[in-house]
């Protein structure tokens, strides 16, 4: 992925997940947003096209913790503002935000001290983590998903991951894709909006994904 695919990404992510609280905050949050997935070391992105023109996209994280200080320290103030601005344009969204998310995502942002004082030791053991994927309707039933997927499994693999989870939404998510694709089912979680996802996983010493077309 580049930058000049981020408009496509930000379009399709708010085509394919309008209630999630990033896309909420809006289009010029979002696309500072994915654009840090572009610059850190720790973060994957992916265009698939066709035609010469994109028709899907991944983004993930083999180390979601490495990411994140990556996007507090050169994108923080940045992203802050953006989401400022959205919440202000977004009255009852800010009210949500203060009710169900400011301590959650306090806790994460405030920088860890000992993870500062910890040298890195690399991937070994981390858990890497597909945060969305998405396939234009029109080129689906192709294999574009899946061999999306399994680039980002084998970059994972490659760096030492023990294995990738996701979520997909309960009621019509991509759970039955996931398990075609041989992940496993480990559990459902809520939002604090109320919504049921799907926790899947993938042991990266079992093998790569298998592709379906």
């Known amino acids: 992925m580049d930058p000049d695919d981020i408009p496509f990404v930000v379009a399709e992510h708010l085509r394919y997940f309008p209630d999630s609280f990033f896309a909420r905050l809006g289009p010029k949050f979002l696309t500072a947003y994915n654009g840090t997935y572009l610059t850190g070391p720790d973060a994957r992105a992916y265009i698939a096209e066709m035609g010469g023109q994109p028709v899907g996209f991944l983004i993930g994280a083999t180390d979601p913790a490495a990411h994140r200080r990556h996007v507090l320290r050169d994108y923080g103030r940045g992203l802050l503002f953006r989401a400022l601005g959205g919440l202000c344009l977004r009255p009852r969204l800010a009210l949500h935000f203060l009710r169900t998310r400011l301590v959650r995502y306090g806790r994460k942002l405030i920088p860890n001290r000992a993870a500062r004082q910890t040298p890195a030791v690399g991937h070994s053991g981390v858990t890497a983590v597909l945060d969305y994927v998405v396939v234009a309707e029109h080129a689906r039933c192709r294999g574009i998903g899946a061999r999306l997927i399994a680039r980002f499994v084998k970059d994972a693999t ?23 694709l041989g992940w496993r089912r480990q559990g459902e979680i809520r939002t604090p909006e109320g919504r049921r996802l799907l926790t899947y996983d993938l042991p990266l010493n079992d093998g790569p994904t298998p592709e379906r077309h």
């Open 158 to 180: 490659d760096v030492g991951c023990a294995r990738v989870t996701l979520v997909t939404a309960a009621e019509g998510g991509a759970g039955p894709y996931y398990d075609r």
